[in-house]
């Protein structure tokens, strides 16, 4: 067809997540890029009503222009945000006049009347929410708590029994420093929800949020260990206090500092206060690798 490898695969990029779901579902087609404020601002207003019509058959697919410029080509965008509905493959109303919740469902709801979606675009929220889940973790890494949490309690009152949801919707709150609210949703899980790993790390980040102080406070645990650097229960102290502030990288210094010191004072406790820290930030998080390769280097060298 006269396409290079780098068009060829945008083409296959775009059949798989656009063409192939909007078959039997409709699909809200948001064209995009970082450096766009506008784009930004829309955002939180797609996903939260995407997420809502999510049991309607309608999901949220999004096209970066920089990184998939030849697919915006083939849909001549000459300004953005610009977004599509689309259904069976071909784009069948211009969304970008909807610029508040409303004007977008109300567009949603003429399009969803007249349109024959099969049964199977109308699936189960379990079957949907993987999309908003992995969006609002995104949304989450960025820094944006608000925004995580919203999208999260979004998947949670649609599925009401999925576990990374709620780890989440609580990893957001805790992060946003609204740990009350996280732990009404902790207490309620049921025991099995508990269990799981993902809420595992999420209580982990709540407990450690329980350390936190104010900034005098905080201030006078540093001059206190700065003034004896021998003392663990005072690092210890520092060390949760830093994290829970936000200072995670002095949190860290502080423990593999006692770690070196003495690793087996109060029973290991600062490896321990180490690992909870990677249990909550999460193992695969980049600042916990590099962080755990300095905890490996003392432990054996």
């Given at each position: 067809?006269?396409?290079?490898i780098?068009?060829q ?5 775009f ?8 078959m039997?579902k ?5 064209f995009?890029a970082e450096?766009c404020?506008p784009?930004?601002a829309l955002?939180p207003?797609?996903e939260?009503?995407a997420?809502e019509?999510a049991d ?9 222009v920089?990184?998939?410029?030849f697919?915006?080509?083939q849909?001549?965008?000459?300004s953005?945000?610009t ?7 071909q784009?069948v109303?211009?969304l970008t006049?909807?610029?508040?919740e409303?004007?977008?469902k109300?567009?949603?709801d003429?399009?969803?009347?007249k349109l ?8 189960a ?5 993987g999309?908003f889940?992995?969006m609002a973790?995104?949304v989450l ?18 599925a ?6 709620h780890?989440?919707?609580i990893r957001a709150?805790v ?9 009404s949703?902790v ?7 508990k269990?799981?790993a993902s809420i595992q790390?999420a209580l982990?980040?709540?407990?450690l949020?329980?350390?936190a102080?104010d900034?005098g406070?905080?201030?006078?645990l ?10 663990m ?5 520092l060390?949760d ?19 070196e010191?003495?690793?087996a ?7 321990t ?5 990677f ?8 600042w916990?690798?590099g962080?755990r390769?300095?905890l490996?280097?003392i432990?054996?060298?």
């Amino acid at each position: 067809m006269g396409l290079n490898i780098e068009e060829q695969k945008a083409v296959e990029r775009f059949k798989t997540n656009v063409v192939e779901p909007s078959m039997h579902k409709l699909v809200i087609l948001d064209f995009w890029a970082e450096w766009c404020g506008p784009c930004k601002a829309l955002a939180p207003m797609l996903e939260k009503v995407a997420a809502e019509y999510a049991d309607k058959g309608v999901i949220l697919v999004k096209v970066n222009v920089d990184e998939d410029k030849f697919i915006a080509g083939q849909f001549q965008v000459q300004s953005i945000p610009t977004v599509y509905a689309m259904f069976q493959g071909q784009p069948v109303a211009d969304l970008t006049p909807a610029r508040t919740e409303s004007q977008m469902k109300q567009m949603l709801d003429d399009l969803l009347a007249k349109l024959p979606l099969s049964s199977e675009g109308a699936a189960a929220p379990e079957q949907d929410v993987g999309q908003f889940i992995e969006m609002a973790e995104q949304v989450l890494a960025e820094g944006d708590a608000e925004r995580a949490a919203g999208v999260f309690m979004q998947v949670v009152q649609m599925a009401p029994e999925n576990v990374p949801a709620h780890s989440g919707l609580i990893r957001a709150l805790v992060v946003g420093g609204r740990t009350e609210e996280a732990q009404s949703i902790v207490d309620a899980l049921t025991d099995e929800m508990k269990a799981d790993a993902s809420i595992q790390q999420a209580l982990s980040a709540l407990e450690l949020a329980g350390t936190a102080v104010d900034d005098g406070e905080l201030q006078g645990l540093r001059d206190q260990y700065a003034s004896n650097a021998g003392d663990m229960d005072a690092g210890l102290a520092l060390a949760d206090a830093a994290y829970a502030a936000g200072h995670r990288d002095e949190a860290a210094d502080i423990l593999l500092g006692m770690v070196e010191a003495d690793r087996a004072w109060n029973e290991g406790a600062a490896r321990t206060k180490l690992l909870q820290i990677f249990e909550a930030v999460g193992l695969e998080d980049e600042w916990v690798v590099g962080t755990r390769r300095r905890l490996s280097k003392i432990l054996f060298s």
